[in-house]
């Protein structure tokens, strides 16, 4: 008897996803692990795969992630992609790669980026200068919660994207950095204006604590999409997409497979 329709479209999806996220994605991060140790002899910023210059920093996980392309192209090309005016607002940037993208963008009017650890923000913004991108980014030294003060925040020196406040099992050993943390009113001047804004959300565990905060804003009218990252052993979907939906996002489309990926939700 023929499968139906939908089994074999799911199963074409299945091993769609396997292909991209399991099999393409561990060739890239094998080949960021031979090919680092031979590019950080060489001086000067390194061109990423996605395009953008940045100032080297190999000994780091992330950065070698953003070099080799080892994130995908699912934001990258959504960025690339958007057709009408828009502000890119990078809650948890890091060194800056999402942003940068962004900027490459003629639509994209402003960029917002937050990124708390000092170090980082120090790369970030340098990332930023080399690109030429300055005149319309605004850069925070600050991390998003519910609220206002300084906390320690875990940071793993050779893979600054793990950083977190979330208390997660398995970073206990990393170093301890003193950051600024806001909440939702001192957040809400930071992203006034008129244009629609595209939100990008990786804080390692604490994305429903930020989207719950950016609810509250009057700015959050004004957002139109946000790409966030899921894992399944410390967060919930489910959760998330309830708190969006009451907040009128109605579209829900999952990038990655198994505990680990990414959703794009979207008000239509």
């Known amino acids: 008897m023929p499968l139906p329709h939908f089994w074999k479209d799911n199963r074409v999806a299945s091993l769609a996803a396997f292909w991209r996220y399991g099999v393409v994605k561990t060739l890239r991060k094998w080949k960021a692990a031979a090919l680092s140790p031979v590019l950080a002899r060489q001086e000067g910023p390194v061109r990423s795969a996605y395009g953008v210059l940045m100032v080297p920093n190999w000994q780091d996980t992330t950065f070698r ?10 934001l990258a090309d959504l960025l690339l992609g958007q057709r009408d005016d828009f502000v890119f607002v990078d809650i948890g940037a890091n060194q800056g790669l999402y942003s940068l993208i962004a900027a490459q963008n003629p639509k994209c009017r402003k960029v917002i980026a937050f990124e708390p650890v000092p170090a980082t923000h120090a790369r970030l913004a340098a990332n930023v200068a080399l690109n030429g ?27 600054t994207g793990t950083a977190t406040l979330a208390g997660r099992e398995g970073v206990s050993g990393a170093g301890g950095v003193v950051i600024e943390t806001i909440d939702a009113p001192l957040v809400d001047p930071l992203l006034a204006g008129d244009l629609p804004m595209f939100v990008k959300i990786d804080v390692e565990g604490l994305e429903a604590v930020v989207i719950a905060e950016l609810a509250k804003t009057a700015s959050f009218a004004r957002v139109q999409s946000i790409f966030y990252e899921v894992d399944d052993r410390w967060a919930s979907a489910g959760d998330i997409e309830m708190l969006l939906r009451s907040a009128g996002f109605t579209r829900f489309a999952k990038y990655g497979r198994g505990h680990h990926y990414d959703v794009l939700a979207s008000r239509a």
């Open 65 to 74: 992630y953003c070099i080799f392309g080892t994130y995908g192209r699912d």
């Open 133 to 159: 991108g300055a005149e319309r980014t605004v850069l925070h030294q600050l991390a998003i919660a519910d609220n206002v003060g300084e906390v320690t925040i875990n940071v793993a020196p050779d893979h």
